[in-house]
């Protein structure tokens, strides 16, 4: 009876898993985070829950503690009640998808943390599988090559092709956690090399067809992190062959690198569009209207759209701040509220910065990104101490998921909506992993 109610949650957890980045499943994935949180809840073990408690204890008041600044913004913010609602619709599910992140580790009865956490990944792959099936096809009818990186762009089973390359630079994550160990004459996945070879080419041409280019922020990253521990591993003998590798590596971060240079034509009026874009005030229609006719160029040519709102809404979203440093309360279109205050009711279509720091920056205002941030960096802190042992594998994955998601917030609107709840989901699971490595070895009694 035991084995056959684990098997049940894993099979919720994997439909939970796959319909999560799908757009119009809100419904569907709020019953099953509620049902297994109900389900884990009766489950939980209370010395487990002790223990992951006491490992990461600094991270898990810094997380209340922020969770507490956004009830407290509610009693001065005039947005009060869009605050309210979206923190029941969109925090409180985060944190409740937390809770089963720790619940897979903590709960009593066997079940299997690597299952969980194998339906997590397949489901990641499948996600980057679609994107590469889609690319495929297009090359297959029409005989060549997309015209220049960004020419086609596939989303895969997800919103558009930004949210789904965060599912790839995610998958990415979790494989190069294992490829570090790899390097270091050590396993965790039991995959064989070529299979884990092939997994990294096919999210490599994920992510050519996905023709993102502040992806390139993760694969930088993700290229330093694997340089610096092997390096560093290998640092009494770092022979010629080992030189070579850490060689390797930086050519394929390089070529990456620059295949997006040279094809994705974005690039080429960036420079040209940093002044226009930073005169807000002359030009205050086309950013505040998506609507409104671009600036131009020197040359004629109207401004990249994506170059010139990113920098200008950059410009006002700091501005925006400055002006509320209390902010106006947890939302995710709290700079069109700023917007609204400052320039009345006709400011247009704009309502996110599309920069995820400045979002959350402009809700929750210079305390509440303090707490952010003091809740991240100890969260980050706490992985360092873990990097080797049996818990390496699940650190390594949790300092590159921080990493990743956390650079990229800098750039992309991704603290919001599944993403923060995945975000949040797999913080909880891989912390609560490394606190108890030893559930991660199959089913428990």
Not at 235 to 254: D, E, K, P, S, Y
Not at 281 to 309: E, I, K
Not at 347 to 370: E, I, R
Request: aromatic share 14%.
């Amino acid at each position: 009876m035991e084995n056959r109610s684990n098997w049940t949650v894993l099979a919720l957890f994997t439909v939970l898993f796959f319909i999560w980045p799908i757009a119009h499943t809100i419904a569907l994935r709020n019953v099953l985070l509620f049902v297994l949180a109900l389900w884990l809840g009766f489950r939980w073990d209370r010395a487990r829950g002790r223990q992951v408690f006491a490992d990461w204890r600094p991270a898990a008041w810094g997380l209340a503690l922020f969770t507490a600044w956004l009830f407290i913004e509610l009693f001065f913010t005039p947005f009060w009640r869009e605050a309210l609602g979206a923190i029941q619709g969109q925090w409180l599910s985060a944190l409740l998808a937390g809770f089963l992140g720790v619940a897979v580790v903590a709960s009593r009865g066997g079940l299997s943390v690597r299952a969980v956490f194998w339906a997590f990944l397949a489901t990641l792959v499948v996600q980057a599988l679609v994107v590469d099936v889609q690319g495929f096809l297009w090359i297959i009818h029409h005989g060549q090559l997309p015209s220049g990186l960004a020419g086609r762009r596939w989303k895969g089973l997800t919103a558009g092709p930004d949210k789904s390359n965060y599912l790839t630079n995610l998958t990415l994550d979790l494989l190069v956690a294992e490829l570090s160990l790899r390097l270091e004459g050590e396993r965790f996945l039991p995959v064989s090399r070529a299979t884990l070879a092939a997994a990294l080419v096919l999210l490599g041409l994920s992510w050519y067809f996905e023709a993102m280019r502040n992806g390139l922020i993760d694969l930088v990253l993700l290229a330093g992190f694997l340089v610096v521990r092997f390096a560093y591993r290998h640092r009494a003998q770092f022979t010629l062959r080992r030189r070579l590798v850490v060689a390797g590596i930086v050519l394929a971060a390089m070529i990456m690198v620059g295949l997006d240079l040279a094809f994705d034509h974005r690039w080429d009026s960036l420079y040209a569009t940093i002044p226009i874009a930073w005169n807000t005030a002359a030009h205050r229609q086309a950013w505040l209207d998506a609507g409104t006719p671009l600036p131009l160029l020197p040359d004629g040519h109207a401004v990249a759209q994506s170059n010139y709102l990113r920098i200008a809404w950059i410009k006002e979203g700091f501005k925006s701040l400055l002006d509320f440093p209390l902010g106006l309360g947890y939302s995710r279109s709290a700079f069109g509220k700023a917007l609204l205050l400052r320039f009345g009711p006709s400011t247009g279509m704009a309502t996110s910065t599309n920069d995820g720091l400045l979002n959350l920056a402009v809700a929750v205002g210079f305390p509440g990104l303090v707490l952010w941030y003091l809740w991240y960096g100890l969260l980050l802190r706490g992985t360092f101490a873990r990097l080797n042992g049996r818990s390496a594998f699940w650190a390594r994955a949790l300092l590159l998921v921080l990493l990743d998601v956390g650079s990229r917030m800098l750039v992309d609107a991704n603290m919001q909506d599944y993403m923060l709840e995945q975000f949040i989901f797999l913080c909880a699971f891989l912390a609560a992993a490394t606190a108890i490595p030893e559930a991660s070895d199959g089913a428990r009694s």
